[in-house]
């Protein structure tokens, strides 16, 4: 089985570094992604808003260099709880 994606979009808000007991850099955000199609009768855009988990070196460089409004781009593997 494949599991697979691939987001770019803006971010919502400002990261937060958070360290577990094993001291293990970890952060969760959300990132925007625009939708593709026509936008609604008032005229703005809709967009996706995709819960995201980020661990070890991947979140401390988010924490440092990303803040609210930023584009990333986001590479994983869809879990749902």
Same mark, same amino acid.
């Given at each position: 089985?494949?599991?697979? %994606? %691939? ?16 001291? *293990? &850099? !970890? ?12 936008? !609604? ?8 808003? *995709? &819960?995201? %988990?980020?661990?070890?070196? &991947? ?7 990303? &803040? ?9 593997? *869809?879990?749902?709880?």
């Amino acid at each position: 089985m494949i599991n697979s %994606v %691939v987001l770019v979009g803006r971010l919502t808000k400002d990261i937060e570094l958070r360290k577990t007991s094993n001291n *293990i &850099s !970890t952060c969760t955000f959300t990132v925007a992604c625009d939708k593709r199609f026509k936008p !609604t009768q008032e005229g703005a855009p809709t967009a996706d808003f *995709i &819960s995201c %988990v980020a661990w070890r070196q &991947s979140a401390d460089f988010l924490a440092n260099y990303a &803040s609210k409004g930023s584009i990333v781009g986001v590479e994983g593997r *869809i879990t749902t709880r």
